[in-house]
């Protein structure tokens, strides 16, 4: 469960992140580096398609500066998982939601 997020940092099961993040159900990557930092390609979330997950929530930042490219969206859509794009304070509210389900968050923590 994310407890806290603001602009540069993140805090999930009581452990404080400021690098980007992915959060799984049992684990949390950091440092997540994109091929283009505000952009999400396929080659972006390739451990996400592997967790094959009910849900996907993408934090685009606290601006909504990272643009998810269609075909990551249109590839999770043809697996099954529903996709959920917001700013990242209402994607830690949407993954808070899904928690009960195979989750996943993938956020951008500043712009």
Not at 12 to 37: A, H, L, P
């Amino acid at each position: 469960m994310i407890d806290h997020y603001s602009f540069g940092k993140i805090v999930i099961n009581g452990k404080t992140y400021t690098s980007d993040v992915i959060v799984f159900k049992d684990f949390v990557k950091d440092n997540w580096w994109r091929k283009e930092g505000h952009k999400v390609y396929l080659e972006d979330i390739e451990e996400i398609l592997k967790a094959n997950p009910e849900v996907v929530v993408f934090g685009t930042g606290a601006y909504g500066r990272v643009v998810v490219d269609r075909e990551v969206i249109n590839k999770l859509k043809s697996m099954g998982a529903e996709v959920i794009v917001e700013k990242t304070s209402k994607a830690i509210e949407a993954f808070n939601k899904f928690k009960d389900k195979n989750v996943v968050l993938a956020a951008h923590l500043t712009c």
